[in-house]
């Protein structure tokens, strides 16, 4: 039997207005966030998508990934076994440093496909689910504070409890000010949790992270540059709070390091990261050796990334803090796929269909779309 072989490689470099500016701590967002979507076609017909999110302050721009893609990627593309997905990320890594985010929309399309030819769903491919849903996070991230807590009066009700607060933005003490209400308001009705991005600088920086415990964060999450890792080993033993990595760990020496040094209790698995589905599940075997949990995390992922993100947490038992992929339903004003991804009660609900299990829609993707490459 012949094996199916990538036969067409198309490419769209889109812009999407979002509903809210994100204030990030590294860098901040506001009127579009941009992204480029893949569609791969077998030989046999079949049509796998994939989604690269970079952003230019954490791991690349967009455009850069659409270039990698275009015209490093697709030489190497065209031609090979949608099947043997392992061996062609193998060889797409000796071919290019780097790109994580185009390698992963890579591998996305090739296990969607995969999935769709096979009947199963990504989720299956890689193991097999653990969890049929996965508690959804909200980022407290607007600007306007007042905003953001007018949306957790109409979210709390509907079973949204969990939420992570950006801080390290605006001064310290209004950080703890709107830490103070939300608990006034909601008490521990919501799973609090705190994001730094970054923003501090080592001197000083257990003074106020012990003024955030007080709190009652569930984690404090990467409160320094990732190069001060000695810095997050130090923090990690001196407070209460867990404190996860995220730009501290990207890939699995970054994690044998993390865990070498103890320099956090949890990670932030991000397919932007990782560069990979089995990447993402390797970094977390190791976390899973160390007794670290992860956390499904996010850049600016719409509907396909997440659903690659929820098939990824689905099957890896170790992903047990929930995920943050609010983007589609709380901040694009449009996203592509003909039914996004559904949230019930709180939770993001992994889609059981073959491959990702979603639909795209082509005019959604064509209006959006501000490059297109097709061979």
């Not at 590294?26 to 579009?32: L, R, S, Y």
């Not at 559904?342 to 501000?370: F, K, M, Q, T, Y």
Request: net charge negative.
């Amino acid at each position: 039997m012949t094996e199916a072989t990538i036969e067409r490689l198309r490419l769209f470099l889109i812009e999407s207005p979002i509903k809210m500016a994100r204030l990030q701590g590294v860098g901040n967002v506001k009127g579009t966030v941009k992204r480029v979507l893949i569609e791969l076609t077998s030989s046999d017909g079949v049509i796998g998508w994939g989604e690269a999110a970079p952003w230019e302050v954490f791991t690349g721009t967009p455009e850069a990934a659409f270039a990698a893609l275009d015209i490093y990627l697709r030489p190497i593309l065209l031609g090979k076994s949608v099947r043997r997905i392992r061996a062609l990320m193998a060889e797409l890594d000796r071919a290019l440093v780097g790109h994580a985010e185009a390698k992963v929309a890579i591998e996305m399309a090739l296990l969607d496909i995969v999935g769709k030819s096979s009947g199963l769903s990504v989720a299956d491919l890689l193991g097999g689910r653990v969890r049929d849903s996965i508690p959804l996070s909200f980022s407290i991230a607007d600007p306007d504070f007042a905003a953001d807590l007018e949306r957790m009066r109409k979210m709390v009700p509907e079973g949204n409890v969990i939420y992570k607060v950006k801080t390290g933005v605006k001064p310290h003490r209004e950080d703890l000010d709107h830490l103070e209400t939300i608990r006034k308001e909601f008490g521990d009705k919501v799973d609090l949790r705190v994001d730094y991005n970054q923003a501090l600088q080592p001197f000083g920086a257990i003074k106020i992270l012990r003024d955030v415990e007080a709190f009652a964060p569930t984690f404090i999450e990467q409160p320094v540059p990732r190069k001060f890792l000695d810095v997050m080993a130090q923090l990690t033993a001196a407070l209460e709070t867990p404190v996860l990595a995220d730009e501290s760990c990207f890939d699995r020496r970054d994690m044998m390091e993390v865990v070498r040094r103890e320099a956090a209790d949890a990670v932030s698995i991000k397919l932007m990261k990782s560069g990979g589905l089995f990447e993402a599940q390797a970094i977390m075997a190791i976390a899973d050796i160390a007794g670290l949990p992860g956390y499904g995390g996010t850049l600016w992922e719409g509907g396909i990334g997440l659903a690659a993100g929820a098939q990824l947490i689905a099957a890896t038992p170790g992903i047990s803090l929930g995920c943050e992929f609010y983007m589609p339903h709380h901040v694009l004003t449009e996203d592509v796929l003909e039914e996004r991804v559904a949230n019930r009660g709180g939770h993001v609900v992994v889609p059981d269909g073959p491959g990702l299990g979603i639909r795209i829609s082509e005019a959604s993707v064509r209006a959006n779309a501000r490059v297109l490459a097709e061979a």
